[in-house]
């Protein structure tokens, strides 16, 4: 069972000296040494663990069992176990992948899930942009709407802007903001989704644009980590700071 114990090891390694009044919460427990406290803590935490293994709601563990085996194993009974540590090692390793698997499919189809309720709500979002007044919308399918006109220069693929935004969902959800941070940032007109690349090739220096940009012009039926679910569109806020040549 040494594998089983690794993760209990870890912690216990971090464990410090009990102290006397942790100890007298211990009453039926007589610690003298360190290592008393050690082995406590170790058979303490290493139970707990177990604990939380029987109540998970899809396992169903066999306390019993688990006992029986333990006591073998603690007095080194290898002509009554069940099989070999070796394959007991390779039953826990197949069943840790299993749960792997498992939380990893669950996963997918949360996200699957919470992407189909995202297209319905953008596509709605969408639908009622494109009737607010001043929206514009181009043959991508970008909408944009000017809320300051600026006549500086208009950035091309060669040029790297400065910019504040804010970034949300279609609920009003803020996922990025360099106000927040109070920080403009610079970044290559062409290193972005293709939404902000299509508008910063039409946006002068001086302009503050809001966009709605769709999720393909955007980061698709995939998403962007935790804030951003699949099939999201996007509100941003742009204000166009300035622009310069990269460097070759």
Request: proline fraction near 3%; hydrophobic fraction near 40%; aromatic fraction near 8%.
């Amino acid at each position: 069972m040494k594998k089983v114990m690794i993760p209990v090891l870890a912690v216990v390694a971090g464990i410090t000296f009990l102290s006397s009044s942790c100890a007298n919460q211990q009453k039926s427990a007589k610690m003298v040494s360190y290592m008393d406290t050690v082995s406590y803590a170790h058979g303490l935490i290493g139970g707990s663990e177990y604990v939380r293994f029987l109540n998970d709601s899809n396992v169903n563990g066999n306390k019993d069992l688990f006992l029986q085996a333990f006591n073998l194993g603690f007095n080194e009974d290898s002509t009554k176990f069940a099989f070999t540590r070796e394959e007991a090692y390779e039953i826990l390793q197949k069943y840790s992948m299993k749960r792997r698997e498992e939380a990893q499919k669950k996963m997918e189809e949360e996200q699957k899930a919470a992407a189909a309720l995202m297209k319905i709500k953008s596509d709605e979002a969408i639908k009622k942009y494109k009737e607010e007044e001043g929206v514009k919308t181009t043959e991508s399918g970008l909408m944009y709407k000017v809320l300051k006109a600026g006549n500086g220069a208009i950035p091309t693929d060669d040029d790297i802007v400065e910019v504040n935004y804010e970034g949300k969902l279609v609920d009003g959800t803020i996922f990025d903001s360099s106000y927040e941070r109070k920080q403009p940032i610079k970044f290559p007109v062409n290193g972005v989704i293709k939404g902000w690349t299509e508008a910063l090739k039409m946006m002068p220096v001086g302009s503050t644009w809001e966009l709605m940009i769709p999720a393909e012009l955007a980061y698709g039926e995939h998403g962007a980590g935790r804030a951003i679910p699949g099939n999201a569109a996007l509100i941003f806020k742009v204000e166009l700071l300035g622009k310069e040549k990269q460097a070759k």
